[in-house]
């Protein structure tokens, strides 16, 4: 479960992507699981009589209340913070994607359980995440406590993760999958791609070492099945990593799109790889 947080100065533009088709029509049935207050926060989505404007001045009022009184708003109030799960974890329904909003809002200081809070609503248009959009203005219009909030959200994903049985991130050495993210979700539905590039090199690499006894029989197979290799090298010339790729995947510059395999799969990185391979021979030089 990964959380994303930035922030932005003003509701509207964020609810409106939220609510609306997406860049490609791929939001599906965007609606609220979860707010501040679910009688006071209109949902666009489910309710035919109420609008994102609506939705956005009530999310703002705190705001707007104390911009009367000081002149100005307060800077970098919207608060935002997408959760994505991993996508071998089963769907999570409303209510328990409502949980995990009450849990990250509570946890980063937006909305502590015991104290005031922030304004804030959860809305999911998709399977795999919900988005968190919040104002950061108490009702006496200070500003919260939320200092290292992507940290504390980060901590808060891993407690429901060893909770509820879901695949664990960012864990240290125990860490051994990393997660495709929103702008690689979008560019493998843009090529048609069944799966972000990020899953597709990860799961070549699984297979490949089903079937490998050394390093070199680890590498073949990659190859074999068209993910392109990259090593990465000491000053002397000794390989010390390597990098995938997907065919096809390539940056701005028509480059192919590298992977450090570490990042894929942490347990797959080349002096772990070796020791897992009990691959006692030299990797030569490039």
């Excluded at 509207?12 to 609306?20: I, M």
């Excluded at 769907?91 to 304004?119: F, K, M, N, S, Y």
């Excluded at 799109?257 to 030299?282: E, H, K, N, Q």
């Amino acid at each position: 479960m990964i959380p994303e947080v930035s922030t932005g100065n003003s509701p509207r533009p964020l609810l409106a992507y939220l609510y609306g088709p997406g860049r490609r029509e791929e939001h599906e049935d965007p609606h609220l699981v979860a707010a501040w207050d679910r009688a006071g926060a209109p949902d666009p989505g489910r309710d035919p009589g109420a609008t994102v404007a609506r939705l956005a001045a009530r999310l703002d009022q705190h705001a707007q209340l104390r911009a009367a009184e000081l002149g100005a708003l307060p800077p970098s109030r919207v608060w935002h913070c997408s959760v994505r799960t991993a996508p071998e974890d089963p769907l999570l329904t409303d209510g328990q994607w409502a949980r995990v909003a009450r849990r990250i809002v509570a946890a980063t200081g937006l909305a502590p359980t015991e104290e005031p809070g922030c304004r804030w609503v959860a809305v999911r248009h998709a399977v795999h995440h919900i988005h968190i959009a919040g104002i950061s203005v108490l009702p006496d219009g200070s500003r919260p406590a939320m200092h290292r909030d992507l940290t504390r959200a980060q901590a808060e994903c891993r407690a429901i993760e060893a909770e509820w049985g879901l695949r664990p991130v960012g864990q240290g050495e125990r860490v051994t999958t990393s997660y495709p993210t929103t702008a690689e979700i979008i560019k493998a539905e843009q090529q048609g791609w069944d799966q972000p590039s990020r899953v597709w090199l990860q799961q070549r690499m699984r297979q490949a070492l089903a079937g490998a006894g050394n390093v070199t029989e680890y590498v073949a197979a990659l190859e074999a099945d068209g993910v392109l290799v990259r090593w990465r090298t000491d000053e002397a010339g000794a390989r010390v990593g390597y990098s995938l790729a997907r065919p096809g995947d390539t940056g701005t510059s028509g480059m192919p799109v590298y992977f450090a395999a570490g990042r894929l799969d942490s347990a797959l990185a080349l002096p772990r790889l070796i020791a897992l391979l009990a691959d006692s021979t030299s990797l030569g030089r490039s």
